[in-house]
């Protein structure tokens, strides 16, 4: 089983910044997928950023240009760093990873971090 620890949200004002982490634990070979999802309240949830394995990256066209995900493999680790904050980015952002398991594919989410734009 994959653990995910997602940590860095805060109250900030528009156009200022903040970073997320989330933290791996547990069996982590062999994911292959790690991402950024977000839902605000009486809204679906949406992926906000992914990176692969592979080093490959997306963004929803909301935040591109003002969000950047990256990874440190030694930590574990994958960041999402937010700048230029808008206040419908707030919401509670979750961390996402994939894993290959006995041939199948499963899902890991995080407890979730709350962000909240406001002046």
């Known amino acids: 089983q ?3 620890v997602e940590s860095g949200g805060d109250l900030v004002q ?4 903040l970073r ?12 292959y997928f790690m991402g950024w999802y977000r839902q605000a309240p009486g809204k679906q949830r949406e992926l906000v950023a992914a990176i692969t394995s592979g080093g490959s990256t997306n ?5 591109k240009g003002r969000f950047t995900i990256s990874r440190d493999n030694a ?5 999402l760093q937010m700048n230029s904050l808008k ?33």
Request: glycine fraction near 12%.
């Open 75 to 79: 930590k574990n680790t994958v960041y």
């Open 87 to 119: 206040p419908e980015d707030t919401a509670v952002y979750y961390c996402n990873a994939r894993r290959v398991e006995n041939g199948g594919l499963h899902n890991y989410w995080g407890q979730g971090t709350q962000v909240t734009v406001s002046s």
């Open 2 to 4: 994959v653990q995910l």
């Open 20 to 31: 997320l982490s989330c933290t791996a634990s547990g069996s982590i070979f062999s994911i």
């Open 59 to 63: 963004y929803a066209d909301s935040v």
């Open 14 to 17: 528009p156009g200022g910044s």
